[in-house]
């Protein structure tokens, strides 16, 4: 199968490093034009940012919109505070929004757009003081299928992408071998994704390939979930 992307606009967050760099990567090598500002030039974390960002450039457009940044704090019910929600679901959740809002406009005038989420495993499990980041990945699964029924119409397709365990260089610098071996243990593929497992999956969503797969979250994640 081969994707190309000629002429396709992308708007990426979260590209400087693992997954949104193997993504911006893998689009600009299939032909697109991608856009991926730096923190310095689009602040996620400040709603306001990202309200000048799109007011300084009033020409910015994109056929296909990824959200790939994500911050992740955590803290336990007891510890959780209302300044840990609202700084992760502002980066996770609330900048997807915003910009999904603005990104949509332009989608639904030429008739078509790809919005693909970057979502996380925990949006499916969980585990102990992931009170924020679950929470707010698992809005984004409801962001995903309430476009899906607002612009499918439009032919434009909403999907979340689910990574399992991904070997990147902040996996291998926090995991020791052992560590890694007994993630890999758990998973039935016996092995970590890569970054390019979801980069490829996220290339497939965002292609004229896809026709149908709309309001899905889907997890990359060897069978993981399964268990």
Request: aromatic share 8%.
């Amino acid at each position: 199968m081969d994707i190309q992307f000629n002429k396709k606009t992308v708007f990426l967050t979260g590209a400087s490093r693992g997954i949104g760099r193997q993504i911006k990567e893998l689009f600009e090598a299939d032909g697109a034009k991608v856009t991926a500002p730096a923190r310095d030039e689009l602040d996620l974390s400040s709603p306001d940012s990202i309200s000048r960002y799109l007011q300084e450039r009033p020409d910015i457009r994109a056929d296909i919109f990824i959200h790939c940044a994500g911050i992740n704090q955590l803290a336990g019910i007891e510890s959780v505070s209302q300044e840990i929600l609202e700084s992760v679901f502002q980066v996770n959740f609330f900048s997807a929004v915003q910009l999904a809002g603005h990104f949509s406009g332009a989608m639904k005038q030429n008739g078509w757009g790809r919005i693909v989420f970057i979502s996380s495993l925990y949006s499916l499990v969980s585990k102990e003081r992931r009170i924020a980041y679950s929470s707010s990945k698992n809005a984004l699964t409801g962001l995903t299928k309430t476009l899906a029924l607002e612009l499918g119409q439009y032919h434009i397709l909403v999907n979340a992408v689910a990574p399992g365990y991904v070997m990147t260089d902040m996996t291998r610098r926090n995991l020791s071998d052992e560590q890694i071996k007994e993630l890999e243990s758990q998973i039935p593929t016996g092995r970590l994704q890569t970054a390019d497992d979801i980069a490829a999956l996220t290339a497939f969503l965002c292609s004229e390939f896809n026709q149908s797969i709309n309001g899905q979250l889907i997890a990359v994640d060897g069978g993981l979930t399964c268990r």
